[in-house]
């Protein structure tokens, strides 16, 4: 059941990538499975599919724990300092660094626990108050400073675009967002990989496929909706 719906996310990712004359093995789908139960997740796990993305730092460390197949759990909620050192031997890539003093808090951390971090720049692309990330004209300035960090590597960039209902209307941003990837890899700073472009959500994926998304976070669109409980 959630595995067919995966298939269909799956499907649509490689249609819009050959539509693009892309090719699809470049795109990874990363099953949102935050507020979702382990059950969910080892269902998908035993069909193969290993990339899953989590926002809360307690619910992503319990599942790391509780899983029976291995898999990478990506980080793609905003993160505390504070909450580091919590998900720091579990996580494969996280997607929301916007700060040095959060990259310095991972550099300790990985330091301590004898990892190199992979990690992605979070890029506030449209300009909105409400979302994490920074601007994108101080991106390259934040990607050189943390650059010389020993145990983080920077990987690429990340967005969350804006919430819409048809995805068409996010094109412009994450045609800017590729565009900022491309000119920041053009500068090849040193321990610095401009590989990876994490955009696109339920909404909008097709439309980050096309642009040059090369991680799509599909979340809603595979699990169903998320009920929160307060
Ligand atoms: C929840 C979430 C997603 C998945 O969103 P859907 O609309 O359910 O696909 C993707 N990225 C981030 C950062 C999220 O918080």
Redesign the pocket.
């Known amino acids: 059941m959630i595995y067919d719906r995966y298939m269909a996310v799956r499907k649509a990712i490689d249609e819009a990538a050959k539509e693009v004359g892309r090719d699809p093995a470049e795109i990874t789908l ?1 099953a ?1 499975s ?1 507020t979702k139960p382990l059950s969910d997740m080892e269902e998908l796990a035993e069909h193969g599919v290993m990339d899953f ?1 989590e ?1 809360y730092p307690q619910e992503l460390r319990q599942k790391a724990l509780e899983l029976t197949h291995p898999v990478r759990l990506h980080a ?2 905003h993160l505390q300092t504070n909450k580091v050192r919590m998900i720091l031997p579990h996580t494969s890539l996280i ?2 660094v916007d700060s040095l003093h959060l990259a310095e808090t991972i550099e300790k951390e990985a330091a301590r626990i004898g990892k190199v971090q992979d990690i992605l720049i979070e890029v506030n692309a449209a300009g909105e108050e409400t979302k994490f990330g920074l601007a994108p004209e101080n991106t390259e300035e934040l990607v050189r400073s943390i650059a010389p960090l020993q145990h983080v590597r920077i990987k690429g960039l ?1 967005t ?1 675009a804006p ?1 819409v209902e048809n995805g068409e209307e996010n094109r412009p941003v994450f045609s800017d967002m590729h565009e900022l990837l491309l000119d920041i890899k053009s500068k090849n700073i040193d321990n610095v990989d401009m590989e990876i472009l ?1 955009m696109g ?3 909008d ?1 097709r439309t980050a496929v096309q642009e040059g998304a090369t991680m799509v ?7 169903g ?2 009920i929160y409980h307060q």
Not at 217 to 223: D, L, N, S
């Open positions: 990363i949102v935050k993305g926002n793609i909620g997607h929301s990340m969350i919430f994490s959500m339920t909404h994926f976070r599909v979340g809603t669109a595979i699990f909706e998320r």
